[in-house]
Protein backbone atom coordinates (compact mmCIF):
# COMPACT_ATOMS: atom_id res chain seq x y z
CA UNK A 1 0.00 0.00 0.00
CA UNK A 2 1.27 3.00 -1.28
CA UNK A 3 2.05 5.97 1.34
CA UNK A 4 0.20 8.21 1.25
CA UNK A 5 1.28 12.12 2.99
CA UNK A 6 -0.63 15.57 3.10
CA UNK A 7 2.05 18.31 2.76
CA UNK A 8 -0.23 21.23 3.40
CA UNK A 9 -2.32 20.26 6.11
CA UNK A 10 -3.50 23.59 8.69
CA UNK A 11 -4.44 23.79 12.62
CA UNK A 12 -6.65 25.92 14.06
CA UNK A 13 -5.17 27.66 17.14
CA UNK A 14 -7.23 28.46 19.87
CA UNK A 15 -7.54 31.98 21.77
CA UNK A 16 -6.48 30.03 24.48
CA UNK A 17 -2.76 29.66 22.77
CA UNK A 18 -1.78 33.35 23.24
CA UNK A 19 -3.03 34.39 26.76
CA UNK A 20 -0.33 33.95 28.56
CA UNK A 21 1.23 37.07 26.61
CA UNK A 22 1.33 40.25 27.45
CA UNK A 23 -1.66 42.08 26.64
CA UNK A 24 0.28 44.11 23.79
CA UNK A 25 1.40 40.78 22.64
CA UNK A 26 -1.81 38.83 22.89
CA UNK A 27 -3.92 38.30 19.70
CA UNK A 28 -7.60 39.57 20.23
CA UNK A 29 -10.71 39.48 17.88
CA UNK A 30 -13.70 41.58 17.32
CA UNK A 31 -16.98 40.73 14.72
CA UNK A 32 -17.98 43.14 13.21
CA UNK A 33 -22.29 43.55 11.85
CA UNK A 34 -21.35 41.92 8.65
CA UNK A 35 -19.82 38.79 9.81
CA UNK A 36 -15.93 40.10 9.30
CA UNK A 37 -13.56 39.15 12.20
CA UNK A 38 -11.26 41.82 12.83
CA UNK A 39 -7.49 40.21 14.25
CA UNK A 40 -5.44 42.63 16.71
CA UNK A 41 -1.85 42.15 18.01
CA UNK A 42 -1.84 45.01 20.72
CA UNK A 43 -3.59 47.88 18.96
CA UNK A 44 -2.38 47.04 15.62
CA UNK A 45 -4.88 45.14 13.19
CA UNK A 46 -3.67 42.47 11.17
CA UNK A 47 -6.40 41.24 9.17
CA UNK A 48 -9.71 41.40 8.56
CA UNK A 49 -11.36 38.32 7.60
CA UNK A 50 -14.17 35.94 8.41
CA UNK A 51 -12.15 33.56 10.28
CA UNK A 52 -15.15 30.33 10.49
CA UNK A 53 -14.15 30.12 6.84
CA UNK A 54 -10.61 29.26 7.70
CA UNK A 55 -12.62 26.10 9.55
CA UNK A 56 -15.22 25.30 6.51
CA UNK A 57 -14.37 22.93 3.98
CA UNK A 58 -16.51 23.82 1.08
CA UNK A 59 -17.61 27.21 2.32
CA UNK A 60 -17.56 30.24 0.36
CA UNK A 61 -15.63 33.20 1.58
CA UNK A 62 -18.47 35.58 -0.16
CA UNK A 63 -21.81 34.28 1.78
CA UNK A 64 -20.75 36.62 4.63
CA UNK A 65 -24.37 36.64 5.49
CA UNK A 66 -24.04 33.04 6.46
CA UNK A 67 -20.21 33.17 8.19
CA UNK A 68 -19.32 30.21 10.88
CA UNK A 69 -17.59 31.13 13.87
CA UNK A 70 -14.53 30.24 14.35
CA UNK A 71 -14.89 28.10 17.14
CA UNK A 72 -17.83 26.22 15.26
CA UNK A 73 -15.24 25.26 12.76
CA UNK A 74 -14.13 21.94 12.07
CA UNK A 75 -12.98 20.37 15.12
CA UNK A 76 -10.18 18.18 13.61
CA UNK A 77 -8.52 21.79 13.02
CA UNK A 78 -8.32 22.39 17.10
CA UNK A 79 -8.25 18.85 18.12
CA UNK A 80 -5.62 16.44 17.18
CA UNK A 81 -7.38 13.41 17.96
CA UNK A 82 -10.49 14.34 15.67
CA UNK A 83 -7.77 15.45 12.94
CA UNK A 84 -6.20 11.79 13.08
CA UNK A 85 -9.53 10.44 12.64
CA UNK A 86 -10.18 12.48 9.87
CA UNK A 87 -7.10 11.16 8.44
CA UNK A 88 -8.21 7.35 9.15
CA UNK A 89 -11.35 8.27 7.07
CA UNK A 90 -9.35 10.20 4.02
CA UNK A 91 -6.68 7.42 3.95
CA UNK A 92 -3.92 10.01 4.72
CA UNK A 93 -1.12 8.26 6.94
CA UNK A 94 1.19 11.56 7.36
CA UNK A 95 0.26 15.50 7.80
CA UNK A 96 2.46 17.95 7.92
CA UNK A 97 0.84 21.03 9.57
CA UNK A 98 0.94 24.74 8.96
CA UNK A 99 -1.25 27.54 10.92
CA UNK A 100 -4.23 29.48 9.86
CA UNK A 101 -4.40 32.92 12.20
CA UNK A 102 -0.02 32.00 12.12
CA UNK A 103 -0.43 32.79 8.82
CA UNK A 104 -1.50 36.72 9.39
CA UNK A 105 1.57 37.10 12.08
CA UNK A 106 3.81 37.94 9.01
CA UNK A 107 2.25 41.90 9.36
CA UNK A 108 2.94 42.42 13.25
CA UNK A 109 5.32 45.40 13.68
CA UNK A 110 6.08 45.13 16.88
CA UNK A 111 9.22 42.37 16.98
CA UNK A 112 8.80 41.70 20.56
CA UNK A 113 5.20 40.25 19.76
CA UNK A 114 6.13 38.71 16.37
CA UNK A 115 8.72 36.66 19.02
CA UNK A 116 5.80 36.18 21.56
CA UNK A 117 3.40 35.06 19.43
CA UNK A 118 5.70 32.49 17.33
CA UNK A 119 7.12 31.04 20.79
CA UNK A 120 3.22 30.45 21.86
CA UNK A 121 2.19 28.99 18.63
CA UNK A 122 5.26 26.46 18.45
CA UNK A 123 4.27 25.64 22.00
CA UNK A 124 0.69 24.65 21.17
CA UNK A 125 2.03 22.96 17.95
CA UNK A 126 4.35 20.73 19.77
CA UNK A 127 1.12 19.65 22.12
CA UNK A 128 -0.80 19.09 19.70
CA UNK A 129 1.61 17.17 17.66
CA UNK A 130 2.53 15.17 20.49
CA UNK A 131 -0.89 13.16 20.54
CA UNK A 132 0.86 10.87 17.51
CA UNK A 133 4.45 12.27 16.42
CA UNK A 134 4.58 9.56 14.21
CA UNK A 135 1.61 10.90 11.86
CA UNK A 136 1.67 14.71 13.06
CA UNK A 137 4.58 17.06 11.46
CA UNK A 138 4.58 20.12 12.72
CA UNK A 139 6.70 22.88 10.62
CA UNK A 140 7.63 25.70 13.39
CA UNK A 141 6.97 29.29 12.79
CA UNK A 142 9.85 31.63 12.91
CA UNK A 143 9.07 35.60 13.58
CA UNK A 144 11.01 37.07 10.38
CA UNK A 145 10.55 40.73 11.99
CA UNK A 146 14.03 39.87 13.84
CA UNK A 147 16.42 37.49 12.23
CA UNK A 148 18.38 37.16 15.63
CA UNK A 149 15.05 35.90 17.13
CA UNK A 150 14.57 33.69 14.31
CA UNK A 151 17.68 31.67 14.63
CA UNK A 152 17.06 31.13 17.99
CA UNK A 153 13.57 29.83 17.47
CA UNK A 154 14.67 27.45 15.26
CA UNK A 155 17.22 25.93 17.52
CA UNK A 156 14.73 25.92 20.23
CA UNK A 157 11.76 24.73 18.00
CA UNK A 158 14.70 21.26 16.74
CA UNK A 159 16.05 20.79 20.09
CA UNK A 160 13.42 21.16 22.10
CA UNK A 161 10.22 20.99 20.34
CA UNK A 162 11.38 18.70 17.95
CA UNK A 163 10.59 19.96 14.59
CA UNK A 164 12.00 19.44 11.98
CA UNK A 165 10.36 21.76 9.51
CA UNK A 166 10.36 25.54 9.71
CA UNK A 167 7.45 27.58 7.92
CA UNK A 168 7.41 31.12 6.11
CA UNK A 169 5.32 33.79 4.46
CA UNK A 170 7.07 34.06 0.78
CA UNK A 171 6.19 38.44 0.91
CA UNK A 172 8.66 41.30 2.19
CA UNK A 173 8.93 41.29 6.17
CA UNK A 174 8.98 44.32 7.74
CA UNK A 175 10.22 45.27 4.10
CA UNK A 176 13.00 42.82 3.73
CA UNK A 177 12.80 39.80 1.43
CA UNK A 178 12.93 36.78 2.48
CA UNK A 179 16.54 36.56 0.66
CA UNK A 180 18.01 40.19 2.59
CA UNK A 181 21.42 39.50 4.02
CA UNK A 182 19.73 39.52 7.69
CA UNK A 183 18.36 36.29 6.73
CA UNK A 184 21.82 34.54 6.18
CA UNK A 185 21.95 32.89 9.84
CA UNK A 186 18.48 31.62 9.86
CA UNK A 187 19.38 29.48 6.88
CA UNK A 188 22.34 28.46 8.17
CA UNK A 189 21.12 27.57 10.98
CA UNK A 190 18.14 25.22 9.24
CA UNK A 191 20.61 23.59 7.32
CA UNK A 192 23.08 22.61 9.72
CA UNK A 193 20.02 21.19 11.82
CA UNK A 194 18.17 19.92 8.44
CA UNK A 195 15.21 21.21 8.97
CA UNK A 196 13.23 22.11 6.00
CA UNK A 197 11.60 25.10 4.83
CA UNK A 198 8.05 25.41 3.87
CA UNK A 199 7.09 28.78 2.17
CA UNK A 200 3.12 29.52 2.29
CA UNK A 201 1.13 32.26 1.38
CA UNK A 202 -1.90 33.76 2.34
CA UNK A 203 -3.90 36.29 1.03
CA UNK A 204 -3.94 39.34 3.09
CA UNK A 205 -4.57 43.02 2.54
CA UNK A 206 -2.00 43.91 5.90
CA UNK A 207 1.17 42.28 4.43
CA UNK A 208 2.77 43.35 0.96
CA UNK A 209 1.22 41.49 -1.48
CA UNK A 210 1.81 41.55 -5.53
CA UNK A 211 -1.24 42.97 -7.10
CA UNK A 212 -2.50 45.60 -4.36
CA UNK A 213 -1.49 48.34 -5.98
CA UNK A 214 -3.75 47.95 -8.74
CA UNK A 215 -7.88 47.56 -8.40
CA UNK A 216 -9.10 45.64 -5.46
CA UNK A 217 -11.04 42.06 -5.58
CA UNK A 218 -10.83 39.76 -3.76
CA UNK A 219 -10.89 37.14 -6.11
CA UNK A 220 -8.68 38.26 -8.06
CA UNK A 221 -6.10 38.38 -4.93
CA UNK A 222 -6.79 35.22 -3.79
CA UNK A 223 -5.79 33.92 -7.19
CA UNK A 224 -2.93 36.16 -7.92
CA UNK A 225 -1.29 36.10 -4.32
CA UNK A 226 -0.35 32.41 -4.04
CA UNK A 227 1.29 31.90 -7.22
CA UNK A 228 2.97 35.64 -8.22
CA UNK A 229 4.30 36.13 -4.43
CA UNK A 230 5.79 31.86 -4.26
CA UNK A 231 7.35 32.51 -8.12
CA UNK A 232 9.31 36.00 -6.71
CA UNK A 233 10.35 34.22 -3.29
CA UNK A 234 11.31 31.04 -5.57
CA UNK A 235 13.56 33.71 -8.02
CA UNK A 236 15.18 35.74 -4.91
CA UNK A 237 16.29 32.78 -2.67
CA UNK A 238 18.14 31.78 -6.67
CA UNK A 239 19.42 34.78 -7.75
CA UNK A 240 20.64 36.02 -4.64
CA UNK A 241 22.47 32.89 -3.66
CA UNK A 242 20.27 31.26 -0.84
CA UNK A 243 20.08 27.88 -2.85
CA UNK A 244 24.04 28.21 -4.09
CA UNK A 245 25.33 28.90 -0.51
CA UNK A 246 23.32 26.02 1.16
CA UNK A 247 23.07 23.38 -1.23
CA UNK A 248 21.49 21.00 1.23
CA UNK A 249 18.89 22.55 2.61
CA UNK A 250 15.05 21.68 1.20
CA UNK A 251 12.38 24.34 0.13
CA UNK A 252 8.86 23.56 -0.30
CA UNK A 253 6.74 26.02 -2.16
CA UNK A 254 2.85 25.36 -1.09
CA UNK A 255 -1.06 26.58 -1.85
CA UNK A 256 0.17 27.55 -5.11
CA UNK A 257 -0.93 25.26 -7.55
CA UNK A 258 2.36 23.49 -9.62
CA UNK A 259 1.59 24.91 -13.35
CA UNK A 260 3.28 28.20 -12.30
CA UNK A 261 7.08 26.24 -11.77
CA UNK A 262 7.90 23.95 -15.47
CA UNK A 263 7.01 27.60 -16.65
CA UNK A 264 8.55 29.91 -14.43
CA UNK A 265 11.98 27.53 -14.63
CA UNK A 266 11.95 27.34 -18.35
CA UNK A 267 11.21 31.72 -18.16
CA UNK A 268 14.23 32.40 -15.44
CA UNK A 269 16.36 29.97 -17.55
CA UNK A 270 15.59 31.89 -20.76
CA UNK A 271 16.57 34.99 -18.86
CA UNK A 272 20.19 34.09 -17.48
CA UNK A 273 21.01 34.12 -21.12
CA UNK A 274 21.12 37.86 -21.58
CA UNK A 275 20.98 38.56 -17.79
CA UNK A 276 23.27 35.92 -16.05
CA UNK A 277 25.98 39.00 -15.57
CA UNK A 278 23.58 40.56 -13.07
CA UNK A 279 24.01 37.16 -11.10
CA UNK A 280 26.87 37.08 -9.41
CA UNK A 281 25.48 34.68 -6.91
CA UNK A 282 24.49 32.10 -8.81
CA UNK A 283 26.72 28.85 -10.15
CA UNK A 284 23.77 26.92 -12.00
CA UNK A 285 20.86 27.14 -14.06
CA UNK A 286 17.20 27.95 -12.05
CA UNK A 287 16.16 24.93 -13.37
CA UNK A 288 19.16 23.28 -11.58
CA UNK A 289 18.90 24.58 -8.46
CA UNK A 290 14.80 24.08 -8.24
CA UNK A 291 15.96 19.99 -8.98
CA UNK A 292 18.26 19.68 -6.35
CA UNK A 293 16.55 21.17 -3.68
CA UNK A 294 12.87 22.13 -4.41
CA UNK A 295 9.64 20.77 -3.98
CA UNK A 296 6.34 22.40 -5.11
CA UNK A 297 2.89 21.43 -4.11
CA UNK A 298 0.20 20.83 -6.70
CA UNK A 299 -3.81 21.13 -5.59
CA UNK A 300 -5.85 18.22 -5.48
CA UNK A 301 -7.78 18.66 -8.03
CA UNK A 302 -5.33 20.42 -10.91
CA UNK A 303 -5.88 18.60 -14.23
CA UNK A 304 -2.70 19.45 -15.91
CA UNK A 305 -0.40 17.61 -12.84
CA UNK A 306 -0.16 14.61 -15.55
CA UNK A 307 1.13 16.69 -18.15
CA UNK A 308 3.34 18.72 -16.03
CA UNK A 309 5.03 16.42 -14.16
CA UNK A 310 7.60 15.23 -16.56
CA UNK A 311 8.51 19.46 -16.65
CA UNK A 312 8.07 19.76 -12.89
CA UNK A 313 10.29 16.65 -12.26
CA UNK A 314 8.17 13.35 -10.70
CA UNK A 315 10.39 13.73 -7.82
CA UNK A 316 8.99 17.19 -7.05
CA UNK A 317 5.57 16.80 -6.59
CA UNK A 318 3.50 16.61 -3.28
CA UNK A 319 -0.09 17.44 -2.89
CA UNK A 320 -1.47 19.17 -0.04
CA UNK A 321 -5.02 19.01 1.62
CA UNK A 322 -5.43 22.55 3.07
CA UNK A 323 -7.71 21.00 5.38
CA UNK A 324 -9.88 22.69 7.04
CA UNK A 325 -9.49 25.36 5.53
CA UNK A 326 -12.95 26.82 3.11
CA UNK A 327 -10.97 25.46 -0.48
CA UNK A 328 -10.29 22.28 0.80
CA UNK A 329 -12.26 19.32 0.02
CA UNK A 330 -13.14 17.05 2.85
CA UNK A 331 -14.35 14.12 3.01
CA UNK A 332 -12.54 12.88 -0.46
CA UNK A 333 -9.37 14.95 -0.68
CA UNK A 334 -7.04 11.53 -1.79
CA UNK A 335 -9.64 10.06 -3.88
CA UNK A 336 -9.88 13.17 -6.32
CA UNK A 337 -6.11 12.89 -6.26
CA UNK A 338 -5.93 9.73 -7.63
CA UNK A 339 -8.90 10.46 -9.78
CA UNK A 340 -6.61 13.35 -11.13
CA UNK A 341 -3.11 11.17 -11.33
CA UNK A 342 -4.75 7.73 -13.11
CA UNK A 343 -2.78 8.76 -16.12
CA UNK A 344 0.05 8.46 -14.47
CA UNK A 345 2.50 5.09 -14.10
CA UNK A 346 2.06 3.83 -10.57
CA UNK A 347 5.08 4.34 -9.25
CA UNK A 348 4.99 8.02 -10.43
CA UNK A 349 1.22 7.99 -8.74
CA UNK A 350 3.32 6.84 -5.27
CA UNK A 351 5.58 9.06 -5.30
CA UNK A 352 3.29 12.07 -5.46
CA UNK A 353 1.30 10.36 -2.50
CA UNK A 354 3.43 10.34 -0.27
CA UNK A 355 7.27 9.25 -1.36
CA UNK A 356 8.54 13.14 -2.03
CA UNK A 357 7.10 14.40 0.88
CA UNK A 358 8.75 11.82 3.02
CA UNK A 359 12.50 12.73 0.98
CA UNK A 360 11.01 16.64 0.98
CA UNK A 361 10.76 16.43 4.99
CA UNK A 362 12.92 13.87 5.65
CA UNK A 363 10.74 11.38 7.20
CA UNK A 364 11.59 8.05 8.29
Keep these: MDRVIDADGHVLEPMSAWQALPDEQRLRTTRDAFGLDHVFVGDQEIATVSLGFLGTPGSRMNDLEHSPRYDDAQ ?42 LARAYNHWLAAYC ?66 TIGIHEGSATTITTLG ?44 AGGGWAPYWMYRLDEQLH ?28 EPTLPALAPF ?10 DYPHHDATFPGAVKELRHVMAPLAPAVQAKILGENAATLYRMS
Design 312 to 321: VGEDRIVWGS
Design 130 to 195: DTDRARLFGAAMLPFQEAGASVAEIRRAHDELGFHAAFIRPNPCLGRSISHTAYEPVWEAAEELGM
Design 212 to 255: MDRPFNPLILHAVSHPFEQMLACAQLMVFGVMERHPALHFVFLE
Design 75 to 116: PGGFDARVRLTDMDAEGIDVAALYPSLGLNFWAVEDPAAAVG
Design 274 to 301: GFGGFCPDMRLKPSEYFARQCWVSFEID
